[in-house]
Structures are given as structure tokens and as C-alpha cells.
């Protein structure tokens, strides 16, 4: 297992030619993964289930070479990691077909804070604030907008790759 430790994750600079890397992101608030499903719909769930590596539904590739923010794409269904930021809090998180708008791009970066060094799954859309991708009261995925000072502790994730 590599823990994700760096600034911010970002793909190869020719990343639709490269070889998928594909990536497992943890929530430590729970100890769950990032998982997408319902293979051939227009949009897929996405929720947390008991981290598995061999799990094709649990692993994600960064696509795209825009620097910062890129698109997570699910390797079993061949969608994209979306966010719904109408709301400051319980925005939808789904995935859907990839068509690089601003609500499909993702950053993993990690941030100095009193208990160590924890990664966030945030959003590109918003600017100064961020779309966290957080867990509600149930364990249900959505995503939040938090200053990155103020991010509460479910909000932190690890990401690996094999």
C-alpha cells in the first residue's frame, strides 16, 4: 500500500496515451473506499464499501493534463467523478459520462494539519472555497464547501495504487 504524501496529484503530462495507474481512495473517518457502480447506466452511485484492491468498482484513474485538477474515472463502469455544487452542503456525488466540465475536476492534496499530513478530494469548480467529497451521518458520499482551514475531520482520505 503507497499512502499518498504529496502537494497535489496530477497525471502524466500525455496521460490519455499512458498506461492507466489506477488508484484506491480511503476515507480514515470510516475506513471505507471510494466505490462507483451500475455498470452501463447514464450515471453510476457512488457510496463507501469495505476497501478491496482487487476491485475493479474501487479504482480510479486520473485522466487529463491540466496541472492542477483532473478528472477521476472509474475503471469498471468508464464514467467520471461528479459533484452537483448547487448547495453549500449535501451536494449529490455521482458518476457520469466524462466531458471535462469544471464539476468533473478533481485534485488529491494534502494538507499540514494539528494531527499530520491528510489528503482531500476536492473539486475545481468553486475557487478560494472547495468542494470537499465528503461522508454524511450514514456514511453516504456528497460533497461540502469548506474554507481549507476549516474542513472538519471526515474529509480527510488516503489514496494508493498498486
Not at 136 to 151: H, Q
Amino acid at each position: 500500500m503507497l499512502a499518498a504524501g504529496i502537494s497535489t496529484l496530477a497525471p502524466a503530462a500525455d496521460a490519455q496515451a499512458a498506461t492507466a495507474t489506477y488508484w484506491h481512495f480511503e476515507n480514515k473517518y470510516i475506513g471505507k473506499c471510494l466505490t462507483s457502480g451500475l455498470f452501463g447506466s447514464p450515471t453510476a452511485s457512488v457510496y463507501m464499501a469495505p476497501c478491496d484492491n482487487s476491485s475493479f468498482f474501487q479504482q480510479w484513474d486520473w485522466r487529463g493534463a491540466d496541472g492542477l485538477t483532473n478528472q477521476l474515472q472509474n475503471r469498471n463502469t468508464g464514467q467520471c467523478l461528479e459533484v452537483d455544487t448547487k448547495h453549500a452542503a449535501g451536494n449529490a456525488v455521482f458518476a457520469a459520462s466524462c466531458t471535462w466540465k469544471d464539476s468533473q475536476r478533481w485534485a488529491f492534496t494534502a494538507v499540514q494539519s494539528d494531527d499530520g499530513l491528510k489528503g482531500y478530494l476536492t473539486d475545481a469548480e468553486l475557487g478560494v472555497d472547495m468542494v470537499y467529497l465528503v461522508l454524511d451521518n450514514d456514511d453516504n458520499v456528497r460533497g461540502d464547501i469548506f474554507d481549507a482551514l476549516t474542513s472538519p475531520s471526515y474529509t480527510s482520505w488516503v489514496g494508493w495504487h498498486s
